[in-house]
């Protein structure tokens, strides 16, 4: 099973915003690719 972090946003306005949608978010996921140029601003966050 592989570790997996979390990471809590306390107004579903701002995960909402994040993920690019209108609607009410109450989670998401970020999935990372190995050759991802966002890869190191993922692991930073």
Do not use: E, F
């Not at 099973?1 to 306005?13: G, P, S």
């Not at 998401?28 to 692991?43: D, E, M, T």
């Amino acid at each position: 099973m592989a570790y997996t972090d979390w990471l809590v946003c306390r107004k579903q306005a701002l995960l909402s915003s994040a993920c690019g949608v209108n609607k009410p978010v109450i989670d998401a996921s970020i999935i990372v690719n190995k050759g991802s140029q966002l890869k190191p601003q993922i692991h930073m966050v």
